[in-house]
Protein backbone atom coordinates (compact mmCIF):
# COMPACT_ATOMS: atom_id res chain seq x y z
CA UNK A 1 0.00 0.00 0.00
CA UNK A 2 2.70 2.27 0.44
CA UNK A 3 4.36 1.87 -2.62
CA UNK A 4 1.34 1.94 -4.63
CA UNK A 5 0.58 5.40 -2.83
CA UNK A 6 3.88 6.94 -3.13
CA UNK A 7 3.88 5.96 -6.97
CA UNK A 8 0.55 7.90 -7.26
CA UNK A 9 2.34 11.03 -6.04
CA UNK A 10 5.02 10.99 -8.11
CA UNK A 11 2.83 9.88 -11.38
CA UNK A 12 0.95 12.78 -9.90
CA UNK A 13 3.62 15.18 -9.56
CA UNK A 14 4.76 14.46 -13.42
CA UNK A 15 1.86 14.51 -14.47
CA UNK A 16 1.00 17.89 -13.43
CA UNK A 17 3.91 19.63 -15.13
CA UNK A 18 3.09 17.26 -18.58
CA UNK A 19 2.13 20.22 -20.30
CA UNK A 20 5.21 22.35 -19.26
CA UNK A 21 7.44 23.71 -21.58
CA UNK A 22 10.68 22.24 -22.55
CA UNK A 23 13.99 23.91 -21.00
CA UNK A 24 15.98 22.64 -24.26
CA UNK A 25 17.85 25.35 -25.67
CA UNK A 26 19.59 25.65 -29.05
CA UNK A 27 22.49 27.12 -28.72
CA UNK A 28 25.76 25.52 -29.73
CA UNK A 29 28.03 24.50 -26.91
CA UNK A 30 31.68 26.27 -27.79
CA UNK A 31 34.72 26.28 -25.87
CA UNK A 32 37.32 27.90 -26.86
CA UNK A 33 36.69 27.96 -29.97
CA UNK A 34 35.57 24.19 -30.51
CA UNK A 35 31.70 23.68 -31.18
CA UNK A 36 30.83 20.54 -29.27
CA UNK A 37 28.08 18.36 -30.50
CA UNK A 38 25.12 18.10 -28.01
CA UNK A 39 22.25 16.76 -30.39
CA UNK A 40 22.47 14.33 -32.69
CA UNK A 41 20.65 11.51 -34.24
CA UNK A 42 19.10 9.10 -32.05
CA UNK A 43 20.99 5.01 -32.38
CA UNK A 44 18.87 2.52 -34.04
CA UNK A 45 17.80 0.83 -30.92
CA UNK A 46 15.95 3.97 -29.18
CA UNK A 47 12.51 4.58 -29.90
CA UNK A 48 13.28 8.59 -30.10
CA UNK A 49 14.61 10.53 -32.98
CA UNK A 50 17.06 12.65 -31.20
CA UNK A 51 19.57 12.42 -28.65
CA UNK A 52 20.18 15.28 -26.38
CA UNK A 53 23.13 16.42 -24.20
CA UNK A 54 22.22 17.77 -20.34
CA UNK A 55 24.03 20.77 -21.70
CA UNK A 56 20.45 21.22 -23.69
CA UNK A 57 18.37 21.27 -20.57
CA UNK A 58 20.15 23.45 -17.81
CA UNK A 59 19.75 27.52 -17.44
CA UNK A 60 21.56 29.96 -19.30
CA UNK A 61 23.65 31.27 -16.18
CA UNK A 62 25.14 27.11 -16.14
CA UNK A 63 25.60 26.37 -19.80
CA UNK A 64 27.74 30.15 -19.33
CA UNK A 65 29.97 28.54 -16.92
CA UNK A 66 31.03 25.44 -19.43
CA UNK A 67 32.13 27.77 -22.24
CA UNK A 68 34.70 29.12 -20.68
CA UNK A 69 37.44 27.09 -18.86
CA UNK A 70 38.84 30.08 -16.69
CA UNK A 71 35.08 30.41 -15.54
CA UNK A 72 34.93 26.50 -15.43
CA UNK A 73 34.68 24.75 -11.92
CA UNK A 74 35.72 21.75 -12.41
CA UNK A 75 38.81 22.67 -13.68
CA UNK A 76 40.36 22.98 -10.19
CA UNK A 77 40.26 19.38 -10.12
CA UNK A 78 41.71 18.80 -12.66
CA UNK A 79 44.62 21.08 -11.82
CA UNK A 80 44.42 18.58 -8.95
CA UNK A 81 44.70 15.95 -11.20
CA UNK A 82 47.77 16.81 -12.97
CA UNK A 83 49.25 17.13 -9.85
CA UNK A 84 48.74 13.70 -9.18
CA UNK A 85 49.87 12.77 -12.61
CA UNK A 86 53.67 14.20 -12.09
CA UNK A 87 53.44 12.39 -8.60
CA UNK A 88 55.28 9.17 -7.67
CA UNK A 89 53.85 6.13 -6.07
CA UNK A 90 53.39 2.50 -4.97
CA UNK A 91 56.47 0.11 -4.88
CA UNK A 92 57.71 0.80 -8.28
CA UNK A 93 58.25 4.73 -6.87
CA UNK A 94 56.37 5.71 -10.39
CA UNK A 95 53.93 8.21 -11.48
CA UNK A 96 51.79 8.39 -14.78
CA UNK A 97 54.43 10.66 -16.23
CA UNK A 98 56.97 8.21 -16.25
CA UNK A 99 55.34 5.96 -18.51
CA UNK A 100 53.30 8.63 -20.66
CA UNK A 101 54.09 11.37 -22.85
CA UNK A 102 51.05 13.64 -20.87
CA UNK A 103 47.58 13.09 -20.78
CA UNK A 104 46.74 14.30 -24.09
CA UNK A 105 48.30 10.51 -24.82
CA UNK A 106 45.15 9.10 -24.01
CA UNK A 107 42.93 11.50 -26.52
CA UNK A 108 39.42 9.70 -28.16
CA UNK A 109 39.66 7.11 -25.24
CA UNK A 110 36.39 8.28 -23.39
CA UNK A 111 34.30 8.45 -26.43
CA UNK A 112 34.86 4.63 -26.63
CA UNK A 113 34.30 3.86 -22.32
CA UNK A 114 33.15 1.95 -21.03
CA UNK A 115 34.81 -1.02 -23.76
CA UNK A 116 35.92 -4.44 -23.37
CA UNK A 117 39.78 -4.94 -22.68
CA UNK A 118 41.29 -8.11 -24.13
CA UNK A 119 43.93 -8.98 -22.26
CA UNK A 120 41.95 -8.51 -18.93
CA UNK A 121 38.54 -9.86 -20.05
CA UNK A 122 36.46 -7.75 -18.61
CA UNK A 123 34.67 -4.73 -19.19
CA UNK A 124 36.96 -1.30 -18.70
CA UNK A 125 35.64 2.05 -17.85
CA UNK A 126 38.13 4.75 -17.27
CA UNK A 127 38.31 4.54 -13.32
CA UNK A 128 39.20 0.53 -13.86
CA UNK A 129 42.39 1.82 -16.59
CA UNK A 130 43.46 3.94 -13.95
CA UNK A 131 43.39 1.28 -11.20
CA UNK A 132 44.73 -1.00 -13.32
CA UNK A 133 47.63 1.43 -13.92
CA UNK A 134 48.23 2.32 -10.16
CA UNK A 135 48.21 -1.58 -9.10
CA UNK A 136 49.43 -3.31 -11.56
CA UNK A 137 51.96 -0.85 -12.81
CA UNK A 138 53.13 1.43 -9.91
CA UNK A 139 52.70 -0.86 -7.32
CA UNK A 140 50.12 1.82 -5.55
CA UNK A 141 46.45 1.46 -3.90
CA UNK A 142 43.50 1.81 -5.99
CA UNK A 143 41.52 4.93 -6.19
CA UNK A 144 38.66 5.02 -4.17
CA UNK A 145 35.40 5.19 -6.40
CA UNK A 146 33.49 8.11 -6.48
CA UNK A 147 35.83 9.88 -4.56
CA UNK A 148 37.94 13.52 -5.34
CA UNK A 149 41.16 11.86 -6.69
CA UNK A 150 39.49 9.22 -8.95
CA UNK A 151 37.12 11.65 -10.38
CA UNK A 152 40.00 14.13 -10.76
CA UNK A 153 41.99 12.13 -12.34
CA UNK A 154 38.62 10.78 -14.65
CA UNK A 155 38.08 14.63 -15.84
CA UNK A 156 41.97 15.04 -16.68
CA UNK A 157 41.62 11.85 -18.76
CA UNK A 158 37.68 12.56 -19.99
CA UNK A 159 38.98 16.37 -21.10
CA UNK A 160 41.58 15.06 -23.93
CA UNK A 161 38.82 13.66 -25.72
CA UNK A 162 36.39 16.81 -25.47
CA UNK A 163 34.93 17.35 -28.68
CA UNK A 164 35.26 13.37 -29.93
CA UNK A 165 31.80 11.85 -31.40
CA UNK A 166 30.56 8.89 -28.49
CA UNK A 167 31.36 5.85 -30.10
CA UNK A 168 30.45 2.86 -27.66
CA UNK A 169 30.70 -0.80 -28.73
CA UNK A 170 27.49 -2.89 -27.67
CA UNK A 171 28.07 -5.95 -29.52
CA UNK A 172 31.08 -8.33 -29.62
CA UNK A 173 32.14 -9.53 -26.27
CA UNK A 174 29.97 -6.88 -24.58
CA UNK A 175 26.65 -7.85 -25.75
CA UNK A 176 25.40 -9.73 -22.92
CA UNK A 177 26.52 -6.90 -20.62
CA UNK A 178 24.84 -4.18 -22.68
CA UNK A 179 21.60 -6.26 -22.91
CA UNK A 180 22.21 -6.07 -18.87
CA UNK A 181 22.15 -2.55 -18.42
CA UNK A 182 19.35 -2.26 -20.51
CA UNK A 183 17.20 -4.84 -18.39
CA UNK A 184 18.22 -2.19 -15.48
CA UNK A 185 17.66 0.80 -17.44
CA UNK A 186 13.61 -0.20 -17.84
CA UNK A 187 13.55 -1.97 -14.08
CA UNK A 188 11.23 -0.49 -11.60
CA UNK A 189 12.43 -0.42 -8.31
CA UNK A 190 12.49 0.96 -5.12
CA UNK A 191 9.78 2.51 -2.99
CA UNK A 192 8.26 4.94 -5.67
CA UNK A 193 8.52 2.30 -8.10
CA UNK A 194 10.43 3.97 -10.99
CA UNK A 195 13.08 3.16 -13.49
CA UNK A 196 15.64 4.68 -15.07
CA UNK A 197 13.52 5.37 -18.50
CA UNK A 198 10.47 6.94 -16.19
CA UNK A 199 12.46 10.11 -15.67
CA UNK A 200 15.31 10.50 -18.95
CA UNK A 201 13.29 8.58 -21.46
CA UNK A 202 9.28 9.78 -20.76
CA UNK A 203 9.82 12.90 -19.03
CA UNK A 204 12.55 14.51 -20.44
CA UNK A 205 12.23 18.15 -20.66
CA UNK A 206 9.48 18.60 -18.24
CA UNK A 207 9.97 19.77 -14.80
CA UNK A 208 10.21 17.99 -11.18
CA UNK A 209 11.69 19.65 -8.27
CA UNK A 210 12.08 22.53 -9.71
CA UNK A 211 14.55 21.75 -12.78
CA UNK A 212 14.29 20.00 -16.09
CA UNK A 213 14.57 16.56 -16.38
CA UNK A 214 17.30 15.96 -19.13
CA UNK A 215 17.60 12.40 -21.23
CA UNK A 216 20.15 11.37 -18.42
CA UNK A 217 23.01 11.51 -20.64
CA UNK A 218 26.72 10.80 -19.41
CA UNK A 219 28.89 12.74 -22.28
CA UNK A 220 29.26 15.46 -19.92
CA UNK A 221 30.78 13.15 -17.10
CA UNK A 222 32.64 13.09 -15.12
CA UNK A 223 30.02 16.74 -13.92
CA UNK A 224 30.32 19.88 -11.48
CA UNK A 225 27.16 20.23 -10.16
CA UNK A 226 26.23 23.62 -8.29
CA UNK A 227 23.89 21.54 -6.04
CA UNK A 228 27.14 19.99 -4.07
CA UNK A 229 29.93 22.14 -5.60
CA UNK A 230 32.18 19.31 -6.17
CA UNK A 231 32.68 16.42 -9.44
CA UNK A 232 30.06 14.04 -9.60
CA UNK A 233 31.09 10.04 -11.20
CA UNK A 234 28.92 8.35 -13.61
CA UNK A 235 28.32 5.64 -10.90
CA UNK A 236 28.11 8.86 -8.13
CA UNK A 237 25.03 10.01 -10.04
CA UNK A 238 23.64 6.53 -10.67
CA UNK A 239 23.57 6.05 -6.46
CA UNK A 240 22.20 9.76 -6.27
CA UNK A 241 19.14 8.83 -8.71
CA UNK A 242 18.69 5.34 -6.85
CA UNK A 243 18.51 7.29 -3.56
CA UNK A 244 15.97 9.29 -4.72
CA UNK A 245 13.81 7.09 -5.55
CA UNK A 246 13.84 5.66 -2.13
CA UNK A 247 16.11 2.15 -3.71
CA UNK A 248 19.07 0.71 -2.23
CA UNK A 249 21.77 0.91 -4.55
CA UNK A 250 23.87 -1.09 -6.06
CA UNK A 251 27.60 -0.81 -5.38
CA UNK A 252 29.86 1.53 -7.25
CA UNK A 253 31.67 0.21 -9.13
CA UNK A 254 29.90 -3.36 -9.63
CA UNK A 255 28.59 -5.67 -12.15
CA UNK A 256 24.99 -3.72 -12.81
CA UNK A 257 26.06 0.01 -12.80
CA UNK A 258 29.21 -0.91 -15.05
CA UNK A 259 26.46 -2.64 -17.12
CA UNK A 260 24.21 0.23 -16.93
CA UNK A 261 27.15 2.61 -18.02
CA UNK A 262 27.60 0.82 -20.75
CA UNK A 263 23.81 1.11 -21.32
CA UNK A 264 23.57 4.57 -20.97
CA UNK A 265 26.84 5.55 -22.86
CA UNK A 266 25.78 3.72 -26.15
CA UNK A 267 22.44 5.57 -25.36
CA UNK A 268 24.87 8.83 -26.46
CA UNK A 269 26.15 7.52 -29.43
CA UNK A 270 26.68 10.63 -31.93
CA UNK A 271 27.31 13.18 -28.91
CA UNK A 272 30.40 14.36 -28.19
CA UNK A 273 32.56 14.14 -25.20
CA UNK A 274 32.06 17.32 -22.55
CA UNK A 275 33.70 16.26 -19.33
CA UNK A 276 33.94 17.74 -17.35
CA UNK A 277 30.68 19.27 -17.60
CA UNK A 278 28.92 22.34 -15.56
CA UNK A 279 25.50 20.81 -14.33
CA UNK A 280 22.71 22.34 -11.67
Not at 199 to 215: F, K, P, T, V
Request: overall charge negative; hydrophobic content about 40%.
Amino acid sequence: MRIITLTAAVAASLALFAGASSAQVTDPLVVDGQTIVTSAPAPDFLDIDEVLSGWNFRTAETRALQTDDFENPAMIFVDQALDDWDTAEGTANKACADCHSGPEEFAGLRAELPRWNDDQGALFNMEAYINFCRTERMGADSLKLAKPRMDAMVALLSLQSRGDIINVAIDGPVADIWERGRELYYTRVGQLDMACANCHEDNYGNMIRADHLSQGQINGFPAYRLKNAKLNSTHGRFKGCMNNIRATPFAVGGEEFTALELYVASRGNGLAVEGPSVRN
